[in-house]
């Protein structure tokens, strides 16, 4: 097959980690003999530097012109001032609304040689396996924003259609899982809630019935997902929700750096990134996990390009290295650690085996 990968490796460590999702990109090409060319443009503090914007028109065309988008992480102190003018999120949030990726899919697996890495009890994580669908584009982050000198004010705005096709996502998805759907939001408080509750009903109902349907209230959401996360499928939820208890479901797997995202719209394109920030604290140190960037490169396989059988032989090649005890230092706090390179090492060692 062949496609077009734009390639943003971004601030701080992310283009540590985008080394090695592109490595192992490249191999899986070569091996499958697919045509993938990658282009490789500056976006975030790193673009703001270079041309004063986070998202330069010509990264944005190459992003819009592209098969799937592969990113790093962007952001940092330098460009963190109260006053900046321009800040590297803004250019995130416009490049999500210009490829119109609505839905936010972030996959949780607890591996097995992990249990002891993540602050909760292990018997409480064995056999964790869930998939946060977060609608991206919509929601009190993208309402309107007023100011004045004893108030302020975000509006929180829902349509129908908004919620009609990430709730389809999500029903999809549980179809091809363990068919469970759980919709979280705060209808017995907001307006937008209500609506939600009332929109998932009717789609899981009448396009969806072989799929189970299950109401929670996010402040009950948040304390069940580390109560009894083993008992959750598939979760959908609004943007700000989505958020918060993504980064909290991000702590059962033990590490930030271990997991996935991958954001989709109507066509295939999609965006895909690992989770985790540019972690200015272990910048350029090499220590970086890669693993979140190597499995966002199997969404982008999976989900963009088709390439089922490419995509599960590295998540089982991550999950090799795992198993081998190729972990960085946030995996192996008191243990023996490698480095960002040879934890990619280790999974391109799996994949030419
Ligand atoms: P962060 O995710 O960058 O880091 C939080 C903690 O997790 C840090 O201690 C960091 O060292 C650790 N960590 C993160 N990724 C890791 C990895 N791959 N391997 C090992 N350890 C890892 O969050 P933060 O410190 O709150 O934010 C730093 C910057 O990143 C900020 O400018 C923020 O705006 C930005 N940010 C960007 C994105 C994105 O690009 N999508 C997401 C979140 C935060």
């Not at 490796?9 to 697919?34: K, Y």
């Not at 209500?194 to 019935?209: D, G, K, M, Y």
């Not at 090799?320 to 490698?338: E, F, K, N, Q, R």
Request: hydrophobic content about 45%; charged content about 25%; some cysteine.
């Amino acid at each position: 097959m062949k496609a077009r990968i734009a390639v943003l490796p971004g601030d701080g460590i992310g283009p540590e980690v985008i080394a090695e999702g592109v490595r192992c990109l490249r191999v899986l090409a070569e091996r499958g003999g697919h045509d993938l060319t990658l282009i490789e443009r500056p976006f975030g503090g790193a673009a703001i530097d270079l041309t004063g914007e986070p998202l330069p028109p010509e990264t944005l065309t190459t992003c819009q012109s592209a098969d799937a988008v592969l990113l790093g992480a962007i952001g940092g102190p330098k460009w963190s001032a109260p006053e900046a003018k321009v800040r590297p999120e803004q250019g995130l949030l416009e490049l999500r609304r210009a490829l119109g990726v609505y839905a936010n899919l972030r996959p949780v697996k607890v591996h097995p040689a992990l249990l002891g890495a993540s602050t909760l009890k292990p018997e409480v994580l064995t056999g964790v396996d869930l998939l946060f669908v977060r609608e991206l584009t919509g929601g009190i982050y993208f309402g309107e924003k007023r100011r004045d000198a004893t108030a302020a004010s975000d509006l929180c705005t829902y349509t129908v259609t908004e919620i009609e096709r990430i709730v389809r996502v999500a029903a999809h998805l549980a179809q091809q899982r363990r068919g469970k759907l759980v919709s979280i939001d705060k209808s017995n408080v907001l307006e937008t809630s209500r609506l939600w509750r009332e929109v998932a009903t009717r789609i899981v109902r009448s396009e969806f019935p072989q799929v189970s349907l299950e109401h929670m209230l996010v402040d009950a959401a948040a304390m069940h997902l580390i109560r009894r996360p083993r008992d959750f499928d598939v979760l959908v939820t609004e943007n700000m929700f989505g958020d918060i208890l993504t980064d909290e479901a991000s702590m059962l797997a033990g590490s930030l750096g271990l997991l996935p995202s991958a954001s989709l719209g109507e066509g295939r394109r999609g965006l895909y990134e690992p989770i985790h920030g540019s972690a200015p604290d272990i910048a350029g140190q090499g220590i970086a996990n890669p693993y979140g960037t190597v499995l966002s490169v199997a969404l982008l396989l999976r989900h963009s390009l088709g390439l089922t059988a490419e995509a599960e032989a590295l998540e089982q090649a991550v999950s090799a290295a795992i198993d081998a005890g190729a972990l960085t230092p946030d995996l192996a706090p008191s243990g023996p650690a490698v480095s960002t390179r040879a934890a990619g090492e280790a999974v391109l060692d799996r994949l030419t085996r």
